[in-house]
């Protein structure tokens, strides 16, 4: 029997409430799952505050006095993976022997039994492969368990061009791409692989570091039970490209230029892990500036818009 040491991994922008009722379900996850087990876990929470001016330190500081939060400051600038690389740097910087780190969206809610979910995939991912991974907590809809949100991807196609969203199955299966709204790394992957990579702003980040994953041969899997909750706030990609069309250029190229929509990330995914990819597809999303009813009928034919 032993302590499990996990450093857990947040970047947060002005959602003080969510962030609160996110930091409440992970706190209450962990207090419920050392109440059910001998060896137990001590839970750290690093936590980048990217520029917030809504209060949110403030508010998590005097909500949570008793638990271990270190709250780094960001610029604003940093975006989702600038901000999850600083924390994560912050934790490893500690010389603390975490045996986990758990990446987490301040959107996402863990039910009670996340950590017993997250705890049997690693298992079954090391028994399968002899060496630990990622494990992705399956999410849902908000009061819909049937409505499934985030986890993993399974590639469709020798393409790799499509892909469908793993269910869950009752029990951990191996997945091509993992989200990162609730992500259990555990120390082997760092060891082998580091952190996010440093290319990355916004997003793509989570995709990339599970094909990393891959490439080294660790295990990517995701949990048998849904264990948490995230709402799916994203357009599909059919919303996306009707809303593209009924911009005009200038409305399409000030779209792009905010980094949260920009190509960059995508782009810089593809050049790292289908680098056969990239010629085409750094010309479909010019011709999705440019030309975006071209745009469509050409990954409608691709059969892209089915996935949505």
């Known amino acids: 029997m032993g302590t499990t040491l ?50 949110t330190a403030q508010a998590v500081n005097a ?69 630990h991974g990622l494990s992705s907590g399956i999410t849902c809809q908000p009061g819909n368990p049937d409505e499934i949100t985030y986890g993993g991807f399974l590639f469709e196609g020798r393409s790799k061009g499509c892909h469908r969203l793993a269910l869950p199955t009752g029990e951990a299966q191996q997945v091509d791409m993992t989200h990162c709204n609730i992500l259990l790394v555990h120390r082997d992957m760092v060891e082998r692989c580091g952190i996010f990579h440093k290319g990355y702003i916004h997003s793509c980040a989570d995709e990339d570091y599970s094909l990393m994953a891959q490439r080294k041969h660790l295990p990517t899997l995701v949990t048998a039970q849904v264990c948490g909750e995230c709402e799916c706030d994203h357009d599909t990609n059919k919303e996306q490209i009707e809303r593209l069309i009924g911009m005009t250029l200038a409305e399409r190229k000030q779209y792009f230029s905010s980094v949260t929509h920009s190509d960059h990330d995508y782009l810089l995914f593809i050049r790292r892990n289908f680098p056969l990819r990239y010629p085409a597809s750094k010309l479909l999303h010019a011709i999705r500036l440019y030309h975006p009813k071209m745009y469509y009928r050409i990954t409608n034919f691709r059969g892209v818009y089915q996935q949505s």
């Open 6 to 55: 996990i450093a857990a991994i947040l970047t947060v922008h002005n959602r003080k409430e969510k962030t609160l009722e996110c930091l409440k379900h992970l706190f209450a996850a962990a207090e419920g799952y050392n109440r059910q087990h001998e060896d137990g876990i001590v839970l750290t929470v690093f936590l980048t505050d990217d520029g917030c001016t809504d209060g």
């Open 63 to 131: 909500s949570f006095p008793r638990h271990d939060i270190h709250i780094l400051q960001g610029s604003g600038s940093l975006f989702w993976a600038g901000g999850m690389r600083l924390a994560w740097q912050e934790a490893i910087d500690t010389n603390t022997p975490w045996e986990y780190y758990l990446l987490l969206n301040d959107d996402t809610y863990v039910w009670n039994n996340v950590f017993e979910q997250l705890f049997d995939a690693d298992r079954q991912g090391f028994r399968q492969v002899g060496i």
